[in-house]
């Protein structure tokens, strides 16, 4: 195996790790909304979106944030949550090799998550539950945007 191989495999375990504690440290129980949580996950998201690109980054994001469901006791959630948050690095990917107002491109992805966590818990409960989670997904993809920009702009300054 060459050195690259090797250590975009270990940048992706690693970068993983990252994304399921980010998820489950800073995971808050969404009132009236059975399994629905906001976190501060979409930074690491973001992140590995940044460091790995596709396919990686958004594998990355994809299995992370749905093995923190997983482990947070809301296995409901793990299949959108691997589908919405793969689609959210994918969009990352696209968007990030721009550095002007990358905070503003990183709430496309936030409300990527919004709009796709509403389908699936009208689909769970109806339109009429599903609307709860909305102001605090709302809250969690801005939150997630300014987190991940600042970051990515930590990523830059290092790399140099």
């Known amino acids: 195996m060459h050195d690259d191989k090797i250590k975009t495999l270990t940048l992706a375990g690693l970068m993983c790790a990252i994304v399921v504690i980010t998820t489950m440290f800073a995971a808050v129980p969404i009132p009236g909304v059975q399994g629905a949580y906001a976190n501060a996950g979409d930074a690491a998201v973001y992140a590995a979106a940044y460091l790995l690109g596709c396919p990686w980054g958004i594998a990355v994001a994809a299995v992370g944030s749905a093995l923190a469901d997983l482990l947070l006791g809301s296995a409901l959630y793990a299949p959108a949550t691997f589908i919405v948050k793969g689609l959210m690095a994918f969009i990352a990917v696209r968007l990030l090799n ?63």
Do not use: D, H, W
Not at 132 to 153: C, D, E, F, R, T
């Open 98 to 160: 721009k550095k002007n107002m990358r905070a503003l491109r990183l709430l496309i992805c936030g409300l990527v998550m919004v709009a796709g966590y509403f389908a699936y818990e009208c689909i769970l409960y109806g339109a009429s539950v599903a609307v709860i989670s909305i102001p605090a997904n709302l809250i969690q993809g801005v939150l997630g945007a300014v987190l991940g920009s600042i970051v990515i702009k930590g990523i830059e300054t290092i790399r140099g």
